[in-house]
């Protein structure tokens, strides 16, 4: 079993940047795969970012050009910076872990982009 914990969400404006956090319970070489969705409100959850253990990055039409997902695995954590963000980008933010088949999930963080 693995718990992924998710920090670093907030309430910014239009253009500001965070920097979301994922920190996994056991060393995240483990897992071939991890990355990020999201869920917007009133909407299905969405893929944003991935990352795989040779350090290949996938990005969401969306997400390319703005947000740059990244991992520690000496800290055993994943990051997505987020910049420029936009209104569109609100949602909850969910890391996730994938091993073969598996997938684990974190309980998500919450990003709110006003205008």
């Known amino acids: 079993q693995v718990q992924l914990v998710e920090s670093g969400g907030g309430s910014v404006q239009a253009g500001d940047s965070l920097k979301l956090s994922c920190a996994v319970s056991?060393?995240?070489?483990?897992?071939?795969?991890m990355g990020w969705s999201r869920q917007p409100p009133g909407k299905e959850r969405e893929w944003v970012a991935r990352?795989?253990?040779?350090?290949?990055?996938y990005y969401s039409d969306f997400a390319k050009g703005r947000f740059t997902i990244t991992r520690d695995n000496a800290k055993n954590t994943v990051n997505l910076h987020l910049d420029g963000l936009k209104p569109e980008d609100t949602g909850r933010y969910f890391c996730f872990g994938l091993e073969g088949t598996t997938y684990y999930w974190g309980q998500g963080t919450q990003v709110t982009v006003s205008s």
């Open positions: 990352i795989s253990s040779g350090e290949s990055r």
């Open positions: 056991r060393p995240i070489i483990s897992l071939p795969m």
